[in-house]
């Protein structure tokens, strides 16, 4: 139990579909990431919300739609996905963006068909 | 270029030897430093952090790992290695003057022989 939950743990999904992957924090953490994990990459950081207002976009298409209603929820709105948008999603948080270490949950595996 | 660098893509070792995981960095600044593990299906667990002080950390599991400021490198060591040890191990950063950005090396293999 790392105190992260993401689900779905598995998606399979049509490119013209719309799905969202989504994240709960039960740590009382302020900040939540979104990393994606390809396969012979490294992880790469995609949104960062602090206290609910988003920080870090880096450089993410915009067919990935990031969504933090409050700090414990974080979710990822899918649409309009490519065969290389097929990896493993990690959520994090952090108690705050200025203060480390994140804790990860278990990844959101995405298979785009 | 700023980056975190693990030379090992896949290292194997014998159950109850040594390993040492390596990890530099390429920032001016002292780094936040940290040591993350990923078992087959799961997500990314903390084994140990330096922030400051003391530059040699204790982790979870048995591991440690010594910040070198003159080598730019944060190795992970463990004196006896355990089947369960098998795993994929990252080193990640955050650099100084940053917040929130993790940056990630890209990643070391572990495989231990019975």
């Known amino acids: 139990e790392t105190g992260v939950t993401q689900t779905p743990r598995h998606l399979v999904m049509g490119m013209t579909n719309k799905k969202s992957l989504k994240c709960e924090q039960h740590l009382g953490h302020n900040a939540m990431y979104w990393y994606k994990q390809s396969a012979k990459k490294p992880l790469e950081l995609m949104f960062v919300y602090n206290f609910k207002e988003q920080t870090e976009n880096n450089s993410v298409p915009s067919r990935f739609s990031p969504e933090c209603p409050n700090s414990s929820h974080l979710f990822l709105h899918l649409h309009t996905l490519q065969p290389e948008d097929s990896a493993l999603y990690l959520c994090?948080?952090?108690?705050?963006?200025?203060?480390?270490?994140?804790?990860f949950g278990d990844g959101t595996r995405l298979s785009i068909l | 270029a700023q980056s975190v660098t693990q030379p090992d893509i896949h290292i194997t070792v014998s159950e109850g030897a040594s390993l040492e995981l390596r990890c530099n960095y390429s920032y001016g600044a002292t780094p936040y430093l940290f040591w993350y593990v990923q078992s087959p299906g799961q997500g990314l667990q903390l084994l140990l952090k330096?922030?400051?002080?003391?530059?040699l950390v204790q982790g979870i599991k048995g591991f440690e790992a010594e910040f070198k400021r003159s080598q730019s490198s944060f190795n992970l060591r463990k004196p006896s290695v355990h089947w369960s040890d098998a795993a994929e191990y990252f080193c990640a950063v955050v650099p100084s003057g940053t917040t929130g950005k993790l940056i990630f090396g890209q990643g070391t293999t572990l495989q231990v022989k019975p």
């Open positions: 330096y922030f400051s002080g003391d530059t």
């Open positions: 994090a948080s952090s108690q705050d963006e200025s203060n480390q270490p994140q804790h």
